[in-house]
T-cell receptor, first 111, second 117 residues
Framework: DAKTTQPPSMDCAEGRAANLPCNHSTISGNEYVYWYRQIHSQGPQYIIHGLKNNETNEMASLIITEDRKSSTLILPHATLRDTAVYYCIVTGSSNTGKLIFGQGTTLQVKP | GEEVAQTPKHLVRGEGQKAKLYCAPIKGHSYVFWYQQVLKNEFKFLISFQNENVFDETGMPKERFSAKCLPNSPCSLEIQATKLEDSAVYFC???????????????FGEGSRLTVL
C-alpha cells in the first residue's frame, strides 16, 4: 500500500508557483521521498527526491518538514506543460527498491 | 541506449491468446522493473530484476504471467492465455540502483498498451 496521502487535484495559474503537498506520517528513518509525474499517458518522469534536507534541481524544489512527516513539491513557475499527475512516493531499501504509487495529484495549469 | 525502449507500443490479442512484451533497459542499468497501469493513476508493481535474477516478484500474478531478463537480450513479460482484465499499459523501468538508495532514480519507458478483446 502507498504510504502517502495527496490531494486528488489542484489548479494553478500559468506562471505562478505550484505547491503540491504530501503527507507521509509513517515514514521511517531510512526512507526517501520521491516525486514523479506522468504527463498524459507517457511513462512516469522522475522529478526530485530527498531524505531530510530540502532539495532543488532545475525542475523543482522539495521541502521536507523537520519531522519528515510531510513534504511539498514546488514548481516555481508552472507552465501548461506541467499539467500532469504528480506522485509522491516514500520508499527505502526495505521495499526492495520498488516504487509504490498512490493516487497522486492531478495538477491542472490554466492559462 | 540512453532510453528505456519498450516494444511493441500497441498489442491486440483475443482472449486466450499469448502476449509478449519487451523492454531494453538503459545500458549499464542493473535493475529492471515492470508495472501495470490499468486505470489512470493506478500503477501496480509486478516484478523486478537485478541483472538476470529475479529481485522482487511479490506483485506478479501467480498464474499466466512470467518474466525474464537474459544476458544480451531485451527483458520480456509474457502473459499466457490473456484475459479481458489484462488490458492495460505495461511500463518497464530501469535504474542503476534500487529506488531508495540515494541515486535510485527509475527511468521509465513509454509503455506497451495491451488490448485484450
Amino acid at each position: 500500500d502507498a504510504k502517502t496521502t495527496q490531494p486528488p487535484s489542484m489548479d494553478c495559474a500559468e506562471g505562478r508557483a505550484a505547491n503540491l503537498p504530501c503527507n507521509h506520517s509513517t515514514i521511517s528513518g531510512n526512507e526517501y521521498v520521491y516525486w514523479y509525474r506522468q504527463i498524459h499517458s507517457q511513462g512516469p518522469q522522475y522529478i526530485i527526491h530527498g531524505l531530510k534536507n530540502n532539495e532543488t534541481n532545475e525542475m523543482a524544489s522539495l521541502i521536507i518538514t523537520e519531522d519528515r512527516k510531510s513534504s511539498t513539491l514546488i514548481l516555481p513557475h508552472a507552465t501548461l506543460r506541467d499539467t500532469a499527475v504528480y506522485y509522491c512516493i516514500v520508499t527505502g531499501s526495505s521495499n526492495t527498491g520498488k516504487l509504490i504509487f498512490g493516487q497522486g495529484t492531478t495538477l491542472q495549469v490554466k492559462p | 541506449g540512453e532510453e528505456v525502449a519498450q516494444t511493441p507500443k500497441h498489442l491486440v490479442r483475443g482472449e486466450g491468446q499469448k502476449a509478449k512484451l519487451y523492454c531494453a533497459p538503459i545500458k549499464g542499468h542493473s535493475y529492471v522493473f515492470w508495472y501495470q497501469q490499468v486505470l489512470k493513476n493506478e500503477f501496480k508493481f509486478l516484478i523486478s530484476f537485478q541483472n538476470e535474477n529475479v529481485f522482487d516478484e511479490t506483485g506478479m500474478p501467480k498464474e499466466r504471467f512470467s518474466a525474464k531478463c537474459l544476458p544480451n537480450s531485451p527483458c520480456s513479460l509474457e502473459i499466457q492465455a490473456t484475459k479481458l482484465e489484462d488490458s492495460a499499459v505495461y511500463f518497464c523501468a530501469s535504474s542503476q540502483l534500487p529506488a531508495g538508495e540515494n541515486t535510485g532514480e527509475l527511468f521509465f519507458g513509454e509503455g506497451s498498451r495491451l488490448t485484450v478483446l
